[in-house]
Nanobody, 124 residues
Framework: QMQLVESGGGTVLAGDALRLACTGS????????IAWFRQAPGKEREFVAY????????IYHKSVEGRFTVSRDNYKNTAWLAMTDLAPADTAVYYC?????????????????WGRGTQVTVSA
């Protein structure tokens, strides 16, 4: 069973940037799709970004498009979510997830393994 560990969260001011990392425990990480989701207090978890196993296909939620960038390095078993121009509405716990067969990239049920999350807090 793959283990995923997110890192890079923290507390920042509006307009600042952060880069989150997601590291997988084995080489299978390089052959599967990765997504980032987030869950704000009192809200359901929502899709943020998706990246194909090859790194060539990327999809973003409209609320982060142009501000967030997803990337990966399969040799390092690591994916990143670079976030810029952060706003208080981006405050949430951010999770990475991986899935073998993804038909609907924004659906939680498509993903097989999840990390425990990293907190991002953006102050006005």
């Amino acid at each position: 069973q793959m283990q995923l560990v997110e890192s890079g969260g923290g507390t920042v001011l509006a307009g600042d940037a952060l880069r989150l990392a997601c590291t997988g425990s084995d080489q299978t990480f390089g052959n599967i799709a990765i997504a980032w989701f987030r869950q704000a207090p009192g809200k359901e978890r929502e899709f943020v970004a998706y990246i194909h196993w090859s790194g060539s296909g990327k999809i973003y939620h409209k609320s982060v498009e142009g501000r967030f960038t997803v990337s990966r390095d399969n040799y390092k078993n690591t994916a990143w979510l670079a976030m810029t121009d952060l706003a208080p509405a981006d405050t949430a716990v951010y999770y990475c997830a991986v899935g073998f067969y993804i038909s609907h990239h924004d659906q939680e049920g498509e993903y097989n393994f999840w990390g425990r999350g990293t907190q991002v807090t953006v102050s006005a």
